[in-house]
């Protein structure tokens, strides 16, 4: 079994201090078939081209299984992700949190032939959410959104444990194969700290910002 994280990033600021926090993070681990490819976009209307340009170069350089399509605000933890795929449907794949008809694009699994279908389908650009976007196109395919991802929500999860007086779930995010570090607001900074945090927490580290 091969993965490939494909990670839609940007240089600028401040998402490329996300980058950076993602590459010293949990992209510093070497996991034994899984290889994690950067792409980069600079607005969301050719998000939907950058996406189809950077499956076209998976399939014509790369030997996979699935590709996991992911973002900037995104800690993945290689190894969880390398064992939730082994449970995956080999075709007709679409696994990610289901949005109504689409998989958030936090994060979701493509099989080879759902990302062919992609990497022909997808416009250079769309006004519309790169997500909703791919979802429409796979369901006109007679692709649905697979069921069964798991994520957890880094800053959701702590707000709603200091809400019941609990403290944010350590054993879970050690578990979770994906967490979604993005924090309201459009604050960055606080999507970079809890990915260290969640980066401590999985090393055992108890300290936290």
């Known amino acids: 079994m091969r993965v490939v994280i494909l990670v839609l990033s940007c240089q600028r600021p401040p998402y490329d201090a996300l980058l950076a926090a ?11 078939d899984v290889t994690t490819v950067y792409y980069f ?7 939907t081209g950058r996406l189809r340009e950077a499956l076209r170069d998976l399939a014509a350089t790369l030997g996979w299984d699935f590709v996991f399509r992911t973002n900037a605000s995104s ?3 290689k ?11 080999q075709s007709g794949c679409y696994c990610g949190i289901d949005g ?35 979802g429409r196109l796979l369901v ?4 649905r ?23 944010q779930d350590e054993e879970a995010l050690r578990a979770a194969y994906h967490v979604r570090c993005k924090a309201d607001g459009g604050n960055r900074a ?20």
Do not use: N
Not at 145 to 167: C, K, L, M
């Open 75 to 77: 800690y993945v933890d």
């Open 41 to 47: 976009c600079d607005g969301m209307e050719e998000m």
């Open 190 to 209: 606080m999507d970079v700290l809890a990915m260290e945090d969640v980066h401590r927490i999985k090393l055992g580290r108890r300290e936290t910002p």
């Open 79 to 89: 190894a969880a992700l390398l064992d939730f795929s082994r449970g995956l449907p």
């Open 145 to 167: 959104v697979t069921p069964g991802a798991e994520r957890r929500d880094y800053w959701h999860d702590r707000f709603v444990g200091a809400f019941r007086g609990v403290e």
């Open 100 to 134: 109504d008809g689409f998989a958030s694009g936090s994060g979701f699994f493509l099989s080879p032939d759902a990302a062919e279908m992609l990497a022909e389908d997808l416009p250079d650009v769309s006004a519309e959410a790169e997500d909703v976007v791919t």
């Open 140 to 143: 006109a395919r007679g692709v």
């Open 22 to 32: 993602q590459r010293r993070t949990w992209d510093s681990v070497s996991v034994e």
